[in-house]
Structures are given as structure tokens and as C-alpha cells.
């Protein structure tokens, strides 16, 4: 595994919302094979446990899957469902997390300098240290990822093991996989993978499986097999994944212009007090008229 850097390729809340252009290193993904995983949950402890994340009360809903939903001390979840499919029963299991977007939305969202940050290698990371907890990055993604923290008052989500992925590491969940259905490596070489393996599927009969990785975002960082392709509902996956419209006129449009006018705003006043000097209130200055006697 190559060892990577934290070189940072853009943050959030930089004035103009683009891109830095940095791109030294090649983009790593996770690939996530939904047809072999058999939902048995070693990702989600190797998770756990890796990121000392707390234990979360779980309440039994007539399912398999540990919680209904992402939370801010469970990064990574197996979803469950079971769908009518050629005469039986087809239980789908999609591994649920941050898809480390290469366009985030949560970091077009955010507007808390640096507390959002994408590295020169695509991983998408929240800076605890810089978060305000805003929320807006929830608003900004179209997986309805990151989770707002009440006790600490920050954000929270899958950071792609960070930490592990720059010492030439492969993420805690990949490590932890029985069957092989989560692999780690660089963008490239995953999506070769995944396109292997529908062809696979689709030899084999599923000729709708497809790998997910939407051009709405740019691409995801996790790329995913899908044997039923064409049920996108079926794994809770959006169609067409891409950062709010709203976001991108505040990022691009709006703010830039508050920008312009706040600056526009300091070089009037000054030009207003270079010209005309500082007003005089009436009656605040010295009148040359003495105050009577005490």
C-alpha cells in the first residue's frame, strides 16, 4: 500500500470556492462489492473500535440492521432490505457511510474555514478542532452522511480512516471484511474492479447490475457493485446525486458579492472621510462659550 500525505487539495469556506488545483498524489477509493458482503457486521465493530467510537442503544425494529440510520457515534452500517425479486425473495445489504465525494457537497456547504477539508489524495475529513456545528453540511450532501454530535456540538462521519490510509494502511473495515467484498486502493484500479465484476454479474444473469459512481459529485471515493442496478431504492442510494443548486449560488454567486460589497462598503467610508473629514455632531465640540460659574 502506498503511503499517503495530508497535503490538502481544498477547504471549505475559501473565498472563492474553488479548488486549489492540487492533485500530487492519486485519488484512493474503497470498493464495496454488495453481492458477496453477507451482513455480518465486522465492519461495523471494526469501526468501533478503530475510531473509539462510543456504544449506541439500538432498538429491535424487525430487522437485521443494527440502527435505523446513521448516527454520530456509527459511521458505518449494514443496511437490510428484502424485495420480491424473479419469484423469490432478494435481501439486499449495502454498506452504508461517507462516499468521499471528489465535489462535496458538505464542504461547499460549510462555512467555517478549514473545518471541512479534502486531502490531495480525495479523502474527504471534518476538523473537530475548526467545526462550529453548524449543520449546513448536512443540508450540502446528497447521501445524508454527516451527523450533528449533541454532546460535542460538532459534525461527525466517516473519515476513510485517515489516520490509517497516510502510514500505507488499509481502512479498518476493509481489514476487518471476511469475504473480500471491500477492497481499498487507488480510484483507478477500484473502478477497474467493479466493472470486472458486473460483467461478471451480468454473465451470470443479472443483467442490470451496474457500479455506482455518479457524475453528479464527480465520482465517489467508494464505488459500488450493484446487482440490481436499476433499483437504485432498493440501497437507499439517490439517482442522481448532486451538491443543492442553492449551495452552489451562495458559494459562487452570493457570497463573492457580499465579498465585493463589504469591500466596496470600507473603501466608500474611507473615501468619504478622506474627502469631507470627521462630522461634527452639533453642540460636541467647543463652542468658545464658558460654562457659568459654580
Known amino acids: 500500500m502506498v503511503m499517503q500525505s495530508l497535503e490538502i487539495r481544498r477547504s471549505s469556506a475559501s ?82 457511510q461517507c462516499m468521499h465525494c471528489d465535489d462535496p457537497g458538505c464542504l461547499a456547504a460549510c462555512p467555517a474555514p478549514g473545518a471541512i477539508v479534502q486531502y ?19 443540508s450540502g450532501c446528497p447521501f445524508d452522511v454527516p451527523r450533528f454530535h449533541a454532546t460535542t456540538g460538532k459534525m ?25 467484498c471491500l477492497q481499498f486502493g487507488t480510484k483507478d484500479d477500484m473502478v477497474v474492479l467493479g466493472n470486472q465484476r458486473v460483467a461478471q454479474l451480468q454473465s451470470a444473469g443479472y443483467k442490470n447490475a451496474a457500479l455506482y ?45 457580499g465579498m465585493v460589497a463589504i469591500a466596496g462598503a470600507v473603501i466608500g467610508a474611507f473615501g468619504h472621510f478622506t474627502k469631507f473629514g470627521r462630522k461634527e455632531v452639533p453642540g460636541s465640540g467647543d463652542s468658545g462659550v464658558q460654562p457659568p460659574p459654580a
Not at 490531495?120 to 475548526?130: F, M, R, Y
Not at 465520482?219 to 443548486?245: E, F, K, M, Q, R
Open 156 to 180: 461527525a462521519k466517516c473519515t476513510l480512516c485517515v489516520d490509517r490510509t497516510t502510514v500505507g494502511l488499509e481502512p479498518a473495515c476493509v481489514k476487518a471484511c471476511p469475504t473480500g
Open 120 to 138: 490531495a489524495n480525495g479523502i474527504v475529513d471534518v476538523n473537530q478542532d475548526l467545526c462550529i456545528g453548524c449543520g449546513y453540511c448536512e
Open 213 to 257: 459512481n455518479p457524475a453528479g459529485v464527480g465520482g465517489t471515493g467508494v464505488v459500488t457493485v450493484l446487482a440490481h442496478g436499476n433499483h437504485l431504492d432498493w440501497y437507499s442510494l439517490p439517482a442522481d446525486p448532486h451538491v443543492p443548486i442553492l449551495t452552489r449560488l451562495w458559494k459562487h454567486v452570493v457570497r463573492p458579492l
Open 15 to 96: 473565498v472563492w470556492g474553488i479548488p486549489s488545483g492540487i492533485r500530487t498524489l492519486p485519488t484512493v477509493s474503497k470498493y464495496i462489492d454488495t453481492s458477496t458482503c453477507i451482513g455480518c457486521k465486522a465492519c461495523e465493530v471494526a469501526c468501533q473500535e478503530w475510531n473509539d467510537l462510543r456504544p449506541v442503544q439500538t432498538t429491535q425494529t424487525g430487522t437485521y440492521q443494527t440502527m435505523p440510520t446513521l448516527h454520530p457515534e456509527f459511521w458505518n452500517l449494514i443496511r437490510f432490505n428484502e424485495q420480491n425479486y424473479d419469484g423469490g425473495i432478494a435481501w439486499i445489504m449495502r454498506k452504508d
